[in-house]
């Protein structure tokens, strides 16, 4: 088991250092044959750069941290009103690390930079399988200090979240475009995901709908990556996929998450949980008693509140029932 992010810094003294080691990436530094011109923004574990070459051809350039885990690297960072490599922006949300302890559930931990590393070039390995369909294009693999760092394409584009938060129209065909993006990954060998939310989802200029920052897993059955309010239950599945679908669908419609708690209590857990069947279940029926959309906004349609159910508590209900369920309101709007 990992140690937890803030006992790694007071144990090593390396709060300067990390801080430093975040930051080395500027404006005008050159990683291979690439200049840097810009942020673009962060996560838990990386950092992205807008940079381009030679010839002027523009790139993303996705960058290892030193260490992260969700939960510990935005205490250490100011909440700013503009994306920079120091602070955190309010259109920033971290995925965590967590480790599923059998007694207490999932607690938030802190990754090192080798660990980080291997996500990295695991994400690398499923953007290369998928060829920029509904993803960015993956161009090479590039190192800096030593460690790897993605050249991806450049999209111009806003976030869902950004798109939410100035309060811009949201299409729910957009919506409809995730499952399909999700749904050919799984074809071509994507398990899942994993960090489906309204920051990984961006719309360019000609309303094209872009799934970034997949989460490949750290192949370790007591540790889970995820951003807890879009996966509550931690999965590392399809249907964890269309759960955070749905929840994004639910905060569309409702202004809020279902959840008032993430990640749920016996998440991932299963016998292994040092309690009953029996009280596991009975959570699991108090958590899912969300409120209902209509009960938050009367406008809701009442087929779209029945999508949001059947996603989240029907097992059997996967991300095609979700997409065909969409599709079939659009088309009845016309």
């Given at each position: 088991?990992?140690?937890?992010?803030?006992?790694?810094?007071?144990?090593?003294?390396?709060?300067?250092?990390?801080?430093?080691?975040?930051?080395?990436?500027?404006?005008?530094?050159?990683?291979?044959?690439?200049?840097?011109?810009?942020?673009?923004?962060?996560?838990?574990?990386?950092?992205?750069?807008?940079?381009?070459?030679?010839q002027?051809?523009?790139?993303?350039i996705?960058?290892?941290?030193a260490?992260?885990?969700?939960?510990?690297?935005?205490?250490?960072?100011?909440?700013?009103?503009?994306?920079?490599?120091?602070?955190?922006?309010?259109?920033?949300?971290?995925?965590?690390?967590?480790?599923?302890?059998?007694?207490?559930?999932?607690?938030?931990?802190?990754?090192?930079?080798?660990?980080?590393?291997?996500?990295?070039l695991?994400?690398?390995?499923?953007?290369?399988?998928?060829?920029?369909?509904?993803?960015?294009?993956?161009?090479?693999?590039?190192?800096?200090d030593?460690?790897?760092?993605?050249?991806?394409?450049?999209?111009?584009?806003?976030?869902?979240?950004?798109?939410?938060?100035?309060?811009?129209?949201?299409?729910?065909?957009?919506?409809?475009?995730?499952?399909?993006?999700?749904?050919?990954?799984?074809?071509?060998?994507?398990?899942?995901?994993?960090?489906?939310?309204?920051?990984?989802?961006?719309?360019?200029?000609?309303?094209?709908?872009?799934?970034?920052?997949?989460?490949?897993?750290?192949?370790?059955?007591?540790?889970?990556?995820?951003?807890?309010?879009?996966n509550?239950?931690?999965?590392?599945?399809?249907?964890?996929?269309?759960?955070?679908?749905?929840?994004m669908?639910?905060e569309?419609?409702?202004?809020?998450?279902?959840?008032?708690?993430?990640?749920?209590?016996?998440?991932?857990?299963?016998?292994?949980?040092?309690?009953?069947?029996?009280?596991?279940?009975?959570?699991?029926?108090?958590?899912l008693?969300?409120?209902?959309?209509?009960?938050?906004?009367?406008?809701?349609?009442r087929?779209?509140?029945?999508v949001?159910y059947?996603?989240?508590?029907?097992?059997?209900?996967?991300?095609?029932?979700l997409?065909?369920?969409?599709?079939?309101?659009l088309?009845?709007?016309?």
């Open positions: 088991m990992h140690l937890k992010f803030a006992k790694k810094l007071a144990e090593r003294g390396l709060t300067s250092k990390v801080t430093e080691t975040m930051t080395q990436v500027q404006t005008g530094t050159h990683i291979a044959q690439y200049e840097i011109l810009d942020f673009l923004g962060r996560g838990a574990f990386a950092q992205v750069f807008l940079a381009q070459d030679a002027g051809n523009r790139f993303a996705k960058v290892g941290e260490g992260g885990g969700g939960s510990y690297v935005p205490r250490f960072r100011e909440v700013t009103s503009e994306r920079n490599p120091s602070g955190l922006s309010p259109d920033e949300a971290p995925a965590e690390a967590l480790f599923l302890d059998p007694a207490k559930g999932p607690q938030a931990e802190a990754l090192d930079s080798s660990e980080i590393d291997a996500l990295l695991k994400e690398a390995e499923l953007l290369a399988r998928a060829k920029g369909h509904g993803v960015p294009m993956l161009h090479e693999i590039v190192k800096v030593g460690r790897p760092a993605l050249v991806m394409d450049y999209i111009e584009g806003t976030t869902l979240r950004e798109r939410i938060r100035s309060l811009e129209g949201i299409k729910l065909g957009w919506i409809a475009e995730v499952c399909s993006t999700l749904e050919r990954m799984q074809r071509l060998g994507w398990k899942c995901h994993g960090d489906v939310k309204p920051e990984n989802i961006l719309i360019t200029a000609n309303e094209e709908v872009i799934l970034i920052d997949p989460l490949a897993g750290s192949g370790r059955e007591d540790e889970v990556l995820a951003t807890p309010w879009y509550p239950f931690l999965r590392r599945d399809e249907k964890g996929d269309t759960q955070s679908v749905a929840i669908l639910y569309l419609l409702c202004g809020c998450l279902p959840f008032d708690h993430a990640p749920f209590r016996y998440a991932r857990l299963g016998d292994s949980a040092a309690v009953s069947k029996e009280d596991r279940d009975l959570a699991m029926s108090l958590y008693s969300y409120p209902q959309p209509r009960e938050l906004n009367e406008h809701a349609p087929s779209l509140e029945r949001i059947r996603a989240l508590c029907d097992e059997g209900y996967g991300l095609s029932d997409r065909c369920d969409l599709e079939d309101f088309l009845k709007l016309h």
